[in-house]
Structures are given as C-alpha cells and as structure tokens.
C-alpha cells in the first residue's frame, strides 16, 4: 500500500481515503449522491471505474486507469477531494481538511486479486457493522451491478470478469457465506 505508487496506464487500482479524526464525510444521502457524481466528473477522463462503496467516514474505489499520465490522475484526485470538502464545508458550516492525506493506492496485480478486491469492496459495510447484509447496502456498486446500472460502474467491464451477472451474484453470495460461517 502506498501513496506514493505511481500510476500506470492501464492498470487496475483500489484507491481508498477516509475523513481527518474520526469524522464523517457524509452527514446526508445528498452527500453519497453528490460525492459519487462529483467523483465521475472529475475521474471520468482518467478512469473506467469498476467498483465503490462510500462508508460514512471513507471510501473505496476500483479503477481501471485510462493512457494519461501519472501525475495527471494524482491531480484530478487532489482537485476531486479539494471540490468536495469545500462543498460539504460550506454545507456543515466548517473550516479545513476533511480528508486524510495522502489517499491511499494500491495497485491490482492479477485476476484473483482483482475479484476478491470487488468482493472485498462491496462487503464493506458488513465488515464494519453499518449492515448486516451488504447485497443491501445503498452506496455500494453492488446494487448498481445487479441492477444492471451504467451510470457510474463501467457494467459490462464489471460482468467480464465474472463471465456473467449469475456468476457475479454467486461469487459474492458464496464469499458471503464463508465469511458467516
């Protein structure tokens, strides 16, 4: 894991960041709807995005990376994160950072790697207690993918992977069960 990893054309990254002390990057739905098409706008040039989940103080990503240069994605991060805190700043009357610096990279080195990231991304929110059963969550791809939702995930990219829609669902549900058991 590294902040410092550069970014390479073409290849699959989990880039993740969450808010300074604790606090919440969320206080309202419009928030999650708000920081997902703040997000698209500023990345969409940059990458093909395959997976998210925005928790109420971070988030994840899945990207694919487009032919742009390293620095250029790091920026368009930067000004992302810069435009949403100076949104949710004028909204919640404060002052300052909200998130944690730098944001946080890894990149994605094989197929299984990258399966279980979107499984890992997507269960999330079990992981930490907001839910018993992410399938449900609402600030997760997952519904976007079996709903068949284009407006953020790259959806056919997404069922690539998994060979099809069924397979997706049976492999998050399979994983799901081991984890329970």
């Known amino acids: 894991m590294s902040s410092t990893l550069k970014f390479e054309p073409f290849n699959y990254y989990h880039i993740f960041n969450k808010a300074i002390q604790k606090n919440k990057l969320f206080e309202i739905d419009e928030n999650y709807r708000f920081f997902l098409e703040?997000?698209?706008?500023?990345?969409?040039?940059?990458?093909?995005?395959?997976?998210?989940?925005?928790?109420?103080?971070?988030?994840?990503?899945?990207?694919?990376?487009?032919?742009?240069?390293?620095?250029?994605i790091s920026e368009q991060i930067r000004r992302f994160t810069i435009s949403y805190t100076q949104s949710f700043n004028i909204a919640f009357h404060r002052k300052g950072t909200l998130f944690e610096r730098p944001f946080q990279r890894k990149i994605i080195t094989s197929d299984e790697y990258l399966i279980s990231s979107?499984?890992?991304?997507?269960?999330?929110?079990?992981?930490?207690?907001?839910?018993?059963?992410?399938?449900?969550?609402?600030?997760?791809?997952?519904?976007?993918?079996?709903?068949k939702k284009k407006k953020f995930v790259s959806l056919s990219k997404v069922l690539s992977l998994f060979n099809d829609l069924d397979y997706f669902i049976e492999f998050h549900d399979e994983k799901r069960m081991l984890r329970k058991g």
């Open 118 to 147: 979107i499984y890992y991304i997507h269960s999330n929110p079990t992981h930490h207690h907001l839910i018993n059963d992410f399938r449900i969550y609402k600030w997760s791809s997952y519904q976007d993918i079996i709903n």
């Open 38 to 72: 703040k997000f698209h706008s500023y990345t969409k040039n940059i990458f093909n995005l395959y997976a998210y989940c925005l928790l109420p103080n971070h988030f994840h990503f899945l990207v694919k990376t487009k032919d742009i240069e390293s620095h250029i």
